[in-house]
C-alpha cells in the first residue's frame, strides 16, 4: 500500500497573532537573512498576500517572488510588508562585551 502525502504549509499553523510572533521571533533569531525573508513571505501568505499587496501597494506577484526561498527583497520592500503586518524591527543590543580600564 502507497501511502501519499500531502504538502504542509506553514502558513496554516499561523492563526493567531502570538504564533506569527513566535514563528517571527525565530526567523530573526536564527540570524539567517534567507530564512527571515521566507518566514515574512509565510506570514503574509497567511495574512492573506491580496491585503499585504494593497497596502503596500506592490502587487502579489511582486511579493511572492521577492519572499520566495530564491527571493531577496530589498529593505524597503521588507520594511513596509513588516508594517503592514504589525511586525516591528527593533534595535537592542546583542552581546556585551566587557569594558577596558585602560584609558
Known sequence: M????????PAEGLTSEEAIAA???DAFESGDVGYVAHA????????????????TGLS?????????ERGNPTLKTTIAVM?????????????AYPHTENR
Not at 501511502?3 to 504549509?9: G, H, I, P, R, Y
Not at 502579489?60 to 520566495?68: G, I, N, P
Not at 508594517?83 to 552581546?95: N, V
Request: aromatic letters at 10%; zero cysteines; glycine letters at 6%.
Open 83 to 95: 508594517k503592514a503586518l504589525g511586525i516591528a524591527l527593533t534595535a537592542k543590543e546583542r552581546y
Open 60 to 68: 502579489r506577484e511582486q511579493l511572492y517572488r521577492s519572499f520566495s
Open 2 to 9: 502507497t501511502e501519499k502525502l500531502t504538502s504542509f504549509d
Open 23 to 25: 514563528f517571527m521571533a
Open 40 to 55: 515574512l513571505g509565510v506570514v503574509a501568505r497567511a495574512k492573506g498576500m491580496t491585503q499585504i499587496a494593497e497596502q
